[in-house]
DNA sequence: CTATAAAATTAGGCAGACCTAAAATAAGCC
DNA sequence: GGCTTATTTTAGGTCTGCCTAATTTTATAG
């Protein structure tokens, strides 16, 4: 319904008015560091939409409907700039322009998972846990990742995922089989040229767990029938 | 350089080369839902910056260039999704949609840091403690979380956060003083209408640590003196 | 090998989000 | 109050990213 600009811009004009008793086309135009001219194009369009009131060469001040919009942009900018910042740790001014671009793409779900996320390390703290302290002196020791390795292609033994044992290492050749299937496996990072091996699975042979990328997945039978792979 | 939706498309194709023989834009548009006449056109554009090689009637595929950046914004989408899934909780399709838009916005620290994150996440499980399972526990036994409250204006009692006594639950009215300061506080969700306390202080009295919605947060002196608050 | 169906491309249009240059309005000063 | 200066707005332009309708190219069937 509204741009991602659109939002930006009642996020801004209600941080501004939080500290500036009249909100002006050019307060917002300094603080986006554009021109003025491109800030009034862009009321105009939020005054016809009616998310905020704003009259020529008057103050801009937001609708109820642009308040709502706002905090719940906000909120969603806020949570996102503490998670990165005090979860995982990045630093000030990366954390809050990352938070700006993601805030727009936040969903409820994802940011009541973050906020619950704090109030669990909360918890965790108060019980003598401290899961942020760990984490960061985790970092520190350890401070190198090992990269990816690139997709090469032969074709001696392969297989699916879903017919090889356990403990056996081996690289992802291509996924095949249903659109949707394709889709999460891609979205979890089972992709060609990983390497993959199954760690683990459930009484009936299924479903597996596999570690990929230094992370456990587990694969129900049809997925793992999806990833054609090779032995490393 | 480029924009969000040039990533999206070379990151799409990539994606559609992992089980596609041949790219054709057709493809491209039915993954995206748009009609094929915008995917020419983009492609062009990605063309004449030499990310694709493209000829009419022809398969899309990636130049050098195109591939690295893919694989960029695919990693980040990958570690995003994941992060979302695995650490958060986040259902599938909810954590695929916000994957999607976050991909673009995260910068490699973020990226590093939650893929540091799930490292550790692994280590401490191997060390007997389980993370992720003790928060989706914490998060089914405790369902509710609290609204924050809305802005509102008397003047009894006003002062500074920086002269309030610890424990003393006050509401903020107003933040005041330099641009930084405020951006860093507005950040952190030190934002009028929040309720704050402050918890406990440093040797000197400075920095402080304050309650705010459930969090703790620490202050310097500046930054407590820039926050103007009533006794709740 | 041609007729027709399907797919890809070009042409042209529209909205958003920015710009510069020029005109209108408000503010400050004697 | 009138004049200068600063600010705000209008006018008009560009680029991206989508669209529809028309055209061209390729594929398919008889």
Redesign the pocket.
Same mark, same amino acid.
């Given at each position: 319904m509204l741009? =991602?600009? /659109?939002e930006d811009y009642l996020e801004r004009i209600y941080m501004l008015s939080l500290r500036l008793e009249r909100v +002006?086309? &050019?307060d917002i135009a300094k603080e986006? $560091? %554009?021109?003025?001219? &491109?800030v %009034? &194009? /862009?009321l +105009?369009?939020l005054k016809e939409k009616g998310f905020v009131h704003y009259r +020529? =060469? $008057?103050a801009v001040t937001l609708s109820e409907k642009g308040m709502e919009r706002a905090l719940d942009v906000y909120d969603r900018h806020k949570t996102t700039y503490r998670f990165l910042r005090f979860v995982l740790g990045v630093p000030d001014g990366i954390a809050s322009a990352d938070a700006c671009g993601m805030e727009h793409s936040v969903s409820p779900e994802t940011a009541d998972a973050m906020k619950d996320f704090f109030s669990f390390i909360r918890l965790k703290k108060d019980a003598g846990v401290d899961i942020q302290g760990e984490f960061q002196k985790f970092r520190k020791e350890k401070p190198t990742v090992g990269k990816r390795a690139r997709y090469s292609d032969t074709d001696s033994g392969t297989r699916r995922l879903s017919v090889v044992k356990d403990g056996i290492r081996c690289v992802i050749l291509k996924l095949d089989g249903d659109r949707e299937v394709k889709r999460r496996l891609l979205d979890m990072g089972v992709i060609p040229g990983e390497t993959v091996e199954i760690r683990n699975r459930g009484p009936l042979g299924f479903p597996i767990e596999i570690l990929i990328q230094g992370y456990v997945l587990t694969l129900r039978r049809d997925e793992a029938e999806s990833v054609i792979v090779r032995e490393a």
């Open positions: 741009t =991602h600009t /659109a +002006k086309s &050019s986006f $560091g %554009i021109r003025t001219p &491109s %009034i &194009s /862009a +105009k369009l +020529k =060469h $008057g």
